[in-house]
């Protein structure tokens, strides 16, 4: 198990800035999901870790500075988007691939092959081509490729992206046992933030090159600080608004059409002071225009469109000023299109953001 | 009446080939028919049958020379035409795209250009005062000039550029076939970039190296007026043999014997090389 410093990592190509001084602690034997939208930079810092990036800052994995070491001699186990199998060896010998350059005996080789077969569910399997293989499979003979070679750290760049909906739930699940059960250090890219989520320890959220917020799944979450990080970890509804005063555990600010909501109370504000708050659609209240409100705000508004999503609706909402919200709902009091409908929030589910 | 409605328009386009291959097979056959006429001196074959043209053939160690002359050196140009084109072909492949392009291009050209030209050319390379040699004299390498015209070298200079492009292509293609992350998938698992080489991207790009290698023995083997130009008559491979009894003592019946051996022999190493390399390209 392997503690992975990076530090003021930046990465270009020509004139474009990939990498944008990153810096980032991994913990030995934690999970963590770097979360961000197709092109933010998620592979090339993979590639800086393993190594096969050009790069200034530095990498440093237990105290070691790894900057100057090549690739084939970092001990660091990549898992492709495509898998990158070796198309000319069977399942067996792609497992054994790492184990063969090294100092091993056959019989050593061969029980930690059959060893990784069995944790991977793969014996049935080990003769066969990677062309002969499913998705799920190759996947699952690229992991077990990786770990062969006990790698001090694991990276896993999009590995699910190519599987589908239903495989890939099952394979989160296994993939995340398999992680705490060999106990490695394992960095895992995604632009799903649900797999993030469900399967990190720590969850990084990148946007352009730059980290946006670090934190466990649920900090993320509940408290993005950015509006990116807000928009990107599930919907937000984000608002703009002008701070007034002080109430109790709540702030009273003025929206842009003049109305007067509450939020939750967060770090020092001033009055006057312009500010974003977001709330999330789980958490809007919609209303009967005569019933009472929830505390937070009562703004009037008409249903637009609604989404049925089977355990759930989605409902879009559109405000004063032709601002468009959505809420989700679980059980639907059966809102129609054109209904004039209250949207309320509790005053501590809308929150600042800092950024 | 449906079937046949159906099928006609398919079949009606597979008429030129079926008229080529049944060219081919109608002129092949009267050349194993001349083969075993009598010759009755100049232009003149005769009727009845003989083994005479075959025994006249094997039975000399002069004619056989030209065919094992011509076997062994199309073997090692082939040889160096394969190494001097992986080389090129993974220069190609790894270069930036603008490089990729201008030696891509610089292959095409030189491959449409027509072959004599291309010969001529490579006469001007290799001759006495040829720019290889006023190169090697500048540089002070050479004191007199290499005599490389009218030589087995020069010859053999001359098939390999001629049919480098025979072989850059097919290898480049399946250079280009490899998955781009296997071979850092190599090296995060230990492998040095020799390592990979070897273990990696020559298995893979084996059917390149095969179908570059078939193509080239053949065409060397079979070459005519590299030879011709560059041998200066002093460097003749079987076709110039053939076509001076053909064209100059016109013994069709000789020289319908020598090109049978020669096909048979061509078909034979064809075979043998396709077993080879079905033995050594890994399953995929
Ligand atoms: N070899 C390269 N040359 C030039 N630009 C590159 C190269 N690799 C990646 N990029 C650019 O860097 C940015 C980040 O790429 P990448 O790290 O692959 O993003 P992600 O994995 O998050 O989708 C992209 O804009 C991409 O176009
Ligand atoms: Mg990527």
């Known amino acids: 198990m392997a503690v992975v410093n990076i530090r003021n990592v930046s990465v270009s190509y020509g004139d474009q800035q990939v990498l944008n001084s990153v810096s980032l602690t991994m913990e030995s034997g934690k999970f963590i999901a770097v979360l961000g939208p197709s092109g933010c930079g998620k592979t090339t810092l993979l590639r800086v870790v393993a190594g096969f990036s050009e790069y200034s800052g530095s990498v440093e994995i237990d105290g070691k ?273 054109g209904d004039a409908v209250v949207v309320g929030w509790n005053a501590n589910d809308a929150l600042i953001l800092a950024e | 009446m449906g079937i046949g409605q159906r099928l006609g328009w398919p079949l009606l386009f597979l008429l030129p080939a079926a008229i080529v291959i049944g060219f081919f097979f109608f002129t092949m056959s009267i050349m194993v028919r001349i083969s075993v006429a009598p010759n009755l001196g100049p232009a003149q074959i005769g009727d009845g049958f003989t083994s005479d043209n075959y025994i006249q053939f094997f039975g000399s160690t002069f004619y056989l020379g030209y065919l094992f002359r011509s076997l062994w050196l199309a073997a090692y140009c082939t040889l160096i035409t394969a190494v001097l084109g992986y080389t090129l072909a993974y220069f190609i492949h790894r270069s930036g795209r603008r490089t990729r392009v201008l030696v891509g291009a610089l292959l095409v050209i030189q491959f449409f250009t027509a072959y004599v030209i291309r010969t001529y050319a490579v006469m001007l390379v290799i001759g006495k005062t040829g720019i290889l040699n006023r190169s090697l004299l500048g540089a002070g390498i050479i004191e007199r000039p290499l005599a490389l015209l009218f030589t087995e070298t020069g010859v053999a200079i001359g098939m390999i550029l001629v049919s480098l492009p025979f072989m850059v292509f097919p290898i480049v293609a399946s250079l280009q076939s490899i998955p781009p992350n296997v071979e850092m998938a190599a090296a995060s698992l230990g492998a040095s970039n020799t390592r990979i080489f070897w273990t990696v991207i020559v298995p893979l790009t084996m059917p390149g190296i095969a179908a570059g290698i078939v193509v080239v023995y053949l065409f060397e083997l079979t070459s005519y007026i590299v030879p011709g130009v560059l041998g200066g008559g002093y460097v003749d491979m079987i076709a110039n043999l053939i076509y001076a009894k053909a064209m100059q003592s016109f013994d069709h019946p000789f020289a319908a014997a020598a090109a049978m051996v020669t096909l048979l022999v061509s078909g034979l190493t064809v075979y043998l090389l396709q077993k080879f390399f079905r033995l050594v390209t890994p399953r995929t």
């Not at chain 1, 062969?148 to 995340?176: F, G, I, N, T, Y």
């Not at chain 1, 509006?227 to 109790?248: H, M, P």
Request: proline share 4%.
């Open chain 1, 65 to 337: 500075a790894y900057d100057a070491i090549p690739p084939h001699k970092r001990n660091i186990g990549i898992v492709f988007q495509d898998y990158a199998l070796f198309p000319h060896r069977s399942v067996e010998e792609n497992i054994a691939f790492g184990l063969r350059l090294r100092r091993i005996s056959r019989a050593d080789i061969e029980q930690k092959v059959t060893q990784l077969l069995d944790l991977l569910q793969l014996q049935a399997l080990r003769s066969r081509y990677p062309s002969q293989l499913s998705g799920g499979q190759r996947q699952r003979v690229a992991i077990a490729r990786a770990l062969a070679v006990d790698p001090k750290v694991l990276l896993l760049d999009e590995p699910l992206s190519a599987l589908d909906k239903k495989l890939r739930e099952e394979m989160q699940v296994e993939l995340r046992q398999l992680q705490q059960r060999v106990g490695i250090t394992t960095m895992f890219v995604t632009h799903d933030q649900e797999e993030a989520l469900a399967l990190a320890d720590k969850v990084v959220v990148m946007n352009k090159g730059n980290i946006g917020q670090v934190g466990t799944p649920s900090e993320v979450y509940a408290r993005p600080r950015s509006r990116f990080v807000a928009d990107f970890i599930g919907k937000s509804n984000v608002f703009e608004a002008t701070l007034d005063k002080s109430e109790g555990d709540a702030l009273v600010c003025k929206l842009a059409g003049g109305e007067t909501v509450r939020i939750a109370r967060s770090g020092e504000v001033r009055s006057g002071q312009e500010i974003h708050f977001f709330v999330r659609p789980e958490q809007l209240v919609l209303c009967k225009p005569e019933s009472p409100a929830a505390d937070g705000a009562k703004l009037a508004g008409i249903v637009r469109h609604v989404v049925y999503k089977g355990s759930n609706e989605s409902i879009h909402i559109e405000l004063a000023g032709s601002k468009m919200v959505e809420a989700q709902v679980v059980q639907s009091r059966g809102w129609n299109i």
